[in-house]
């Protein structure tokens, strides 16, 4: 397992390869005046990829690293409109053992767990990152309990009651609006703590309104008994994911860091708690673009964790707009 001692050396080595091999991503570095990749000493002076991009175009990494495993194409959700963004993943063997690693280190083996993914609004679509892996991770449990689930709550509350008295180590992993619906409709007697671990992995999707992030993990808590609940932070432009234990704080796995830049000047990084954009190093993505500027806002801690505050709002990014015209 990779342990990040390198990493500094390893994003310059990544950054190089990418500059050279990814024409929109050098051309974006370019129009940022960075004509060579070797006038960048350290990753405060890497370019960041504004996330839009995989919905403009194909990115990819066209070199010469060998690829052992089958492609795979994966989309983000969208609304009516709305064009989804796409990843061309080379090697889809890269993805799993990044999501795999990511998740022992977290939470441990996955065969020590019943695995129940509530995600309707991604089993309803082709393309999800997020089915995959939590298609991956059931079958890593070997347990006919663990599975998906739609719109049955009733009989995902019967297991779950079921589980809870066998004391069963649970992981729900579900997408926000569903974990809510469920809420509105049951509660489990609790506290369940010692053996449920309940985790959401994102907003309402146009299905509910939209609240804070802390009045829905109330709602939450109070449904299943528990005393936190847990999230993920991942998208379809990443092969990694950061995951919260509790209280908005994430944390990454060491081939992942966040830096947190000005909203209005790429280049220009935060100290330690000021609020700026999320960029996201992900050396998982070595043959799309492991530098991606998300459109999220957030502020890095002391110790590496960091928190998602937003989303941001049409400000406009010097450079990307040149390069999507």
Same mark, same amino acid.
């Given at each position: 397992?990779?342990?990040?001692?390198?990493?500094?050396?390893?994003?310059?080595?990544?950054?190089?390869?990418?500059?050279?091999? /990814? $024409?929109?991503?050098?051309?974006?570095?370019?129009?940022?005046?960075?004509?060579?990749?070797?006038?960048?000493?350290?990753?405060?002076?890497?370019?960041?990829?504004?996330?839009? +991009?995989?919905?403009?175009?194909?990115?990819?990494?066209?070199?010469?690293?060998?690829?052992?495993?089958?492609?795979?194409? +994966?989309?983000?959700?969208?609304?009516?409109? !709305?064009?989804?963004?796409?990843?061309?993943?080379?090697?889809?063997?890269?993805?799993?053992?990044?999501? %795999?690693? /990511?998740?022992?280190?977290?939470?441990? !083996?996955?065969?020590?767990?019943?695995?129940?993914?509530? %995600?309707?609004?991604?089993? #309803?679509?082709?393309?999800?990152?997020?089915?995959?892996?939590? #298609?991956?991770?059931?079958?890593?449990?070997?347990? @006919?309990?663990?599975?998906?689930? *739609?719109?049955?709550?009733?009989?995902?509350?019967?297991?779950?009651?079921?589980?809870?008295? !066998?004391?069963?180590?649970?992981?729900?992993?579900?997408?926000?609006? $569903?974990?809510?619906?469920?809420?509105?409709?049951?509660?489990? @007697?609790? @506290?369940?703590?010692?053996? *449920?671990?309940?985790?959401?992995?994102?907003?309402?999707?146009?299905?509910?309104?939209?609240?804070?992030?802390? $009045?829905?993990?109330?709602?939450?808590?109070?449904?299943?008994?528990?005393?936190?609940?847990?999230? #993920?932070?991942?998208?379809?432009?990443?092969?990694? !994911?950061?995951?919260?234990?509790?209280?908005?704080? +994430?944390?990454?796995?060491?081939?992942?860091?966040?830096?947190?830049?000005?909203?209005?000047?790429?280049?220009?990084?935060?100290?330690?708690?000021?609020?700026?954009?999320?960029?996201?190093?992900?050396?998982?993505?070595?043959?799309? /673009?492991?530098?991606? #500027?998300?459109?999220?806002?957030?502020?890095?801690?002391?110790?590496?964790?960091?928190?998602?505050?937003?989303?941001?709002?049409? $400000?406009?990014?010097?450079? /990307?707009?040149?390069?999507?015209?």
């Amino acid at each position: 397992m990779y342990d990040g001692s390198s990493f500094a050396e390893d994003c310059l080595s990544v950054f190089r390869y990418q500059y050279a091999n /990814c $024409a929109e991503y050098r051309e974006y570095s370019r129009l940022l005046g960075v004509e060579s990749p070797d006038t960048v000493t350290g990753i405060d002076g890497i370019p960041f990829l504004p996330v839009r +991009f995989f919905k403009q175009y194909k990115i990819v990494s066209e070199g010469c690293r060998k690829i052992s495993g089958d492609p795979v194409v +994966f989309s983000s959700s969208s609304t009516t409109g !709305q064009i989804p963004s796409r990843h061309y993943v080379l090697d889809r063997t890269v993805y799993e053992r990044s999501f %795999l690693d /990511c998740f022992r280190m977290f939470y441990g !083996q996955p065969d020590t767990y019943v695995i129940l993914a509530l %995600l309707p609004s991604y089993l #309803e679509r082709e393309g999800s990152s997020l089915v995959y892996m939590a #298609e991956r991770l059931i079958r890593e449990t070997s347990d @006919p309990l663990s599975g998906f689930y *739609l719109y049955d709550y009733g009989r995902l509350y019967s297991l779950l009651q079921d589980l809870g008295r !066998q004391g069963r180590k649970t992981l729900l992993l579900g997408v926000a609006f $569903a974990l809510m619906d469920f809420a509105d409709k049951y509660s489990l @007697p609790g @506290p369940n703590d010692s053996w *449920l671990t309940v985790m959401e992995t994102g907003g309402m999707k146009g299905r509910r309104e939209e609240i804070s992030r802390d $009045a829905m993990h109330g709602k939450l808590r109070k449904g299943f008994s528990v005393s936190s609940i847990h999230s #993920e932070y991942g998208m379809c432009e990443l092969l990694s !994911q950061a995951y919260s234990a509790g209280n908005g704080i +994430f944390r990454t796995p060491p081939w992942m860091k966040i830096i947190v830049r000005d909203i209005h000047d790429p280049l220009v990084s935060l100290p330690e708690g000021k609020q700026g954009i999320i960029d996201i190093v992900d050396l998982a993505n070595i043959n799309s /673009c492991s530098f991606i #500027e998300t459109e999220d806002i957030g502020r890095l801690l002391p110790d590496g964790s960091f928190t998602v505050d937003g989303r941001l709002s049409g $400000a406009e990014r010097r450079g /990307c707009n040149m390069l999507i015209e």
